[in-house]
């Protein structure tokens, strides 16, 4: 029977560091804190939490070392959740848990595709979170470890704490007593809930560019938006899509960790899923769509510039004429030596260039 407090026993080969329990908290920048993980001993920050759950209620937190003694106890599964975990604490886990070598290799490396391997009675998962700095789209992962009797959790790069989904699990332990399947699908669906705040911001990045451009204020600058709004879209839709291939096998298949009565969860991750992809899907036709009215608008406004060279270039050609024709030096040119000649020349040049850019000023193009 476990006690509500943490179990305590030693193994030589578990170093002082890991904790009994830590509470679980995100930090604001995963960057700096990936790079303090980067050791071969076992950091306390790795750990999140690890608690034990009989018939859906906690039933005390435990240390790494008393895992697979736990494991053997009956209606008994632990949800254990990592940071940036290293090779030293996946082998202790490994150990633990009985996990293949290579899911153990892909969440070590991490930067994976969205996935779900098989192996034996565990399966591996892996899904990319998504998340708005400014107007740049972060992404990380999220790894999971899912047998009958666990769900081990690693997180990679920027990913939003499971605290909170945590505390929501154990106020329903009704559900919980489904067993660790019911705790991936809370975890999967916070995952994807946080997908449609960065849809949102996209689309207000993408109003702003449409806004501009409806506005004939065509420039570099609206066009670079564009490209990396589309670069964005892209990212996040090679993270989304393969969720609904991950949800429907987990729907059919792996009755041993998902039970039949707990399928119908990830049915809807995938409808959630669905939507998101179809609106990522519109924006990216409404994307192309713009950066074709963009193209269109800058070929018309490079047209009205040729039209008003073109324009002026006709007027200019009148006295170009003139002049030149009487810059001839023939010896006899009769009217050359009239009184009026002069004020005559200038006046017909003066009266056709204005004549002329009458009828362009009245057709447009000046």
């Given amino acids: 029977m476990i006690n509500s407090a943490p179990i305590q026993r030693q193994k030589q080969e578990l170093p002082s560091v890991i904790p009994i329990r830590m509470p679980e908290v995100i930090d604001k920048n995963p960057t700096m804190q990936r790079e303090s993980f980067l050791t071969d001993t076992i950091d306390s920050r790795m750990i999140m939490k690890c608690v034990a759950y009989q018939n859906g209620v906690s039933?005390?937190?435990?240390?790494?070392?008393?895992?697979?003694?736990?494991?053997?106890?009956?209606?008994?599964?632990?949800?254990?959740?990592?940071?940036?975990?290293?090779?030293?604490?996946?082998?202790?886990?490994?150990?633990?848990?009985?996990?293949?070598?290579?899911?153990?290799?892909?969440?070590?490396?991490?930067?994976?595709?969205?996935?779900?391997?098989?192996?034996?009675?565990?399966?591996?998962i892996v899904l990319h979170t998504a998340h708005l700095a400014g107007d740049r789209v972060e992404f990380g992962e999220t790894h999971f470890f899912l047998g009958p009797r666990f769900l081990v959790t690693v997180r990679h790069g920027y990913s939003s704490s499971h605290s909170n989904v945590r505390?929501?699990?154990?106020?329903?332990?009704?559900?919980?007593?489904?067993?660790?399947?019911?705790?991936?699908?809370?975890?999967?669906?916070?995952?994807?809930?946080?997908?449609?705040?960065?849809?949102?911001?996209?689309?207000?990045?993408?109003?702003?560019?449409?806004?501009?451009?409806?506005?004939?204020?065509?420039?570099?600058?609206?066009?670079?938006?564009?490209?990396?709004?589309?670069?964005?879209?892209?990212?996040?839709?090679?993270?989304?899509?393969?969720?609904?291939?991950?949800?429907?096998?987990?729907?059919?298949?792996?009755?041993?960790?998902?039970?039949?009565?707990?399928?119908v969860y990830f049915r809807d991750i995938a409808d959630h899923i669905k939507r998101i992809d179809q609106s990522i899907h519109g924006m990216r036709e409404m994307l192309v769509a713009a950066m074709q009215v963009h193209l269109t608008f800058e070929t018309v406004r490079q047209n009205e510039v040729v039209k008003r060279l073109a324009g002026w270039g006709a007027i200019l050609a009148i006295p170009t004429m003139i002049f030149s024709w009487y810059g001839m030096n023939f010896r006899h040119m009769p009217e050359l030596d009239w009184e009026y000649s002069y004020p005559a020349v200038v006046g017909g040049v003066a009266l056709c260039s204005l004549l002329l850019y009458w009828r362009l000023k009245r057709v447009g193009w000046l």
């Avoid at 420039?219 to 969720?243: C, F, H, N, W």
């Fill in 167 to 263: 505390k929501r699990c154990e106020s329903m332990p009704q559900k919980l007593a489904k067993g660790p399947g019911f705790a991936l699908y809370s975890i999967m669906d916070f995952i994807v809930d946080n997908y449609v705040p960065v849809i949102d911001g996209l689309q207000v990045r993408f109003d702003v560019l449409e806004s501009a451009i409806l506005q004939h204020r065509p420039s570099r600058q609206t066009m670079e938006g564009l490209y990396e709004l589309k670069r964005d879209l892209l990212l996040l839709e090679s993270a989304i899509s393969p969720v609904i291939s991950i949800c429907k096998e987990l729907m059919r298949f792996h009755k041993e960790a998902i039970p039949k009565e707990g399928r």
């Fill in 59 to 124: 039933i005390g937190d435990v240390t790494i070392e008393d895992i697979s003694e736990v494991l053997k106890q009956e209606q008994t599964f632990l949800w254990l959740g990592l940071r940036e975990a290293n090779s030293e604490l996946l082998a202790k886990i490994q150990q633990e848990f009985g996990l293949h070598d290579l899911a153990i290799e892909d969440a070590c490396a991490a930067h994976q595709r969205p996935k779900i391997e098989e192996y034996g009675e565990s399966l591996f």
